[in-house]
């Protein structure tokens, strides 16, 4: 599975930005996709996840109600909408697939690109 992200950019707090996956290659391994973020000097976190029919989404405690993941099927594209972003969701932005969408820990098995969400105060 090949990943590629797009849609990272520079914003002010309260605005909005939309995060894309695009996953091509062996996509039936894609079952679950998603997002990680690094910040500067700190490790790799889980934001949220989805598994291929959308039936069943997780995030992390800190986007609920801000963040909205989706997946498009057709296009095997995942989508995270952020609102009302806050400089601390500062950080490069990972998509990712594979793992266990419901186990305490997801393990992801692909990697895409990262791509960097600046929010400004």
Request: hydrophobic share 35%; aromatic share 12%.
């Amino acid at each position: 599975v090949q990943l590629q992200a797009s849609g990272g950019g520079l914003v002010q707090a309260g605005g909005s930005l939309r995060l894309s996956c695009t996953a091509s290659g062996r996509t039936f391994g894609a079952y679950v996709m998603g997002w990680f973020r690094q910040a500067p000097g700190k490790e790799r976190e889980f934001v949220a996840a989805i598994n291929w029919s959308g039936s069943y989404r997780r995030y992390t405690n800190s986007v609920k109600g801000r963040f909205t993941i989706s997946t498009d099927n057709a296009k095997n594209t995942v989508d995270l909408q952020m609102n009302s972003l806050k400089p601390e969701d500062t950080a490069v932005y990972y998509c990712f697939s594979g793992g266990n969408i419901v186990a305490e820990t997801i393990r992801p098995q692909y990697w895409g690109q990262g791509t960097q969400v600046t929010v400004s105060s």
